[in-house]
């Protein structure tokens, strides 16, 4: 069973940048996909970038530019860099691990930018 562990989330300034981590306990990189979604106050979830088994990036045109997504095999860890970091991106950051038969979420790290 995947365990996803969140961190780096933390109080920062408009043009700031931040690196949120997630850690996993079992096999995230041999199949399926890593996500971070973000959760702003009062909005839905939503998707934020994408890391599949091959390693193939990809970032929504919200951020891309800002944001890059990574991922460290040895660490078991993906990465999600955050660059010139404005008030609307203040929300909770989620990871998760999909497969065809599961969908594991971490507990969330908060970020907030402030102006």
């Known amino acids: 069973q995947v365990r996803l562990i969140e961190s780096g989330g933390g109080l920062v300034h408009t043009g700031e940048s931040l690196t949120l981590s997630c850690v996993a306990s079992?096999?995230?990189?041999?199949?399926?996909?890593m996500s971070w979604y973000s959760r702003a106050p009062g909005k839905e979830r939503e998707l934020v970038a994408t890391?599949?088994?091959?390693?193939?990036?990809s970032v929504e045109d919200s951020v891309r530019g800002r944001f890059t997504i990574s991922r460290d095999l040895a660490k078991n860890t993906i990465y999600l860099h955050m660059n010139n970091l404005k008030p609307e991106d203040t929300a909770t950051y989620y990871c998760?691990?999909?497969?065809?038969?599961?969908?594991?979420w971490g507990q969330g790290t908060q970020v907030t930018v402030s102006s």
């Open positions: 890391i599949n088994s091959d390693g193939q990036r």
């Open positions: 998760n691990h999909a497969k065809w038969d599961s969908l594991v």
């Open positions: 079992g096999d995230i990189f041999s199949s399926g996909a």
